[in-house]
């Protein structure tokens, strides 16, 4: 775990000075919306349910 915060950071840092922050930060949004609209439960499969008579 230790090493992923220093990844972050080291990756972080390299976005500033390049200027590319913005575009990471909205490449980051992207997908968080994106994992939110797959997670959503219309997309799991429907549970079996008994026949009613």
């Known amino acids: 775990m230790k090493y ?3 990844i972050a950071a080291t990756l972080a840092v390299l976005a ?4 590319n ?3 990471i930060l909205f ?3 992207k997908a968080q919306i994106h994992l939110i609209v797959e997670s959503q ?3 799991w499969p429907k549970a079996m349910t ?3 008579r």
């Open 50 to 52: 008994l026949p009613s």
């Open 21 to 23: 922050l913005p575009w």
């Open 27 to 29: 490449q980051v949004r």
């Open 41 to 43: 439960a219309s997309k």
């Open 16 to 19: 500033v000075a390049s200027g």
């Open 4 to 6: 992923l915060v220093s």
